[in-house]
């Protein structure tokens, strides 16, 4: 059963547009949500995260929109560069009473053309 | 920065052997995971440790153990090695604080079992 589920598996987006990547979860109790990104041949790193007491983030370009009612949050990237071409991952994990540890979404590969 | 260093990047093995794959971590991190990243399925959790000594099974751990001797390092074993084990394993560790803390991941070993 996924309990993170993460859309769409790629994107294809033109330089300077909007790359847009979905998630949803199921467990009420997740308190942390946030997102890695993962370049070719290396781990992945943590890029932004949200706690669900706001309903928006932004750093820089990247943006992470959170819908709780929804139990929905989105990852925008503003003005895609050819640089941001990677996986990027949504997580969801508990922290008081739960595990701490992020369940994964099954990733995003994401391609900014030149 | 955290650093965390898997021992091999690209390692090939035969069916039926006893495979070591190890993880040193430079920050003093208690929490010390290791996930297998496969196309289309994201990263899976196979074991975790809180503490030296300490392990706890995620959610695919058949056909795997772990070690734990010391707090930097962290040992995966396949302990007899099957063809549906290759992929790409990648390491994590992360700080027991205040709040979530983020992993932080080596670069991966990509094992292919013949």
């Known amino acids: 059963q996924q309990q993170v589920k993460q859309s769409p598996q790629s994107l294809i987006v033109q330089k300077g547009g909007i790359s847009i990547i979905n998630c949803a979860y199921e467990?009420?109790?997740?308190?942390?949500f946030p997102w890695y990104q993962q370049f070719p041949g290396k781990g992945p790193a943590l890029l932004i995260a949200?706690?669900?007491?706001?309903s928006e983030k932004k750093e820089g370009r990247f943006t992470i929109s959170f819908n709780k009612s929804a139990k929905q949050f989105s990852l925008h990237i503003m003005d895609s560069q050819p640089g941001d071409s990677a996986t990027y991952f949504c997580a969801a994990s508990r922290g008081p009473g739960g595990s701490y540890i992020p369940t994964f979404g099954r990733g995003t590969s994401l391609i900014v053309h030149p | 920065d955290v650093k965390v260093t898997q021992s091999s990047r690209y390692l090939v093995k035969r069916t039926g052997e006893k495979v070591f794959l190890e993880c040193v971590q430079d920050m003093d991190h208690e929490n010390m995971f290791w996930y297998r990243q496969d196309p289309g399925l994201g990263l899976r959790l196979i074991y975790f440790s809180y503490d030296v000594k300490m392990k706890e099974k995620g959610d695919i751990p058949e056909g795997y153990s772990v070690s734990r001797e010391k707090k930097e390092r962290f040992s995966l074993i396949l302990e007899s090695a099957s063809t549906n084990q290759t992929s790409m394993y990648l390491c994590a560790s992360s700080a027991t604080g205040l709040g979530n803390q983020p992993q932080h991941f080596g670069d991966g070993t990509r094992l292919s079992i013949l």
């Open positions: 949200i706690r669900p007491d706001v």
């Open positions: 467990n009420t109790a997740f308190d942390y």
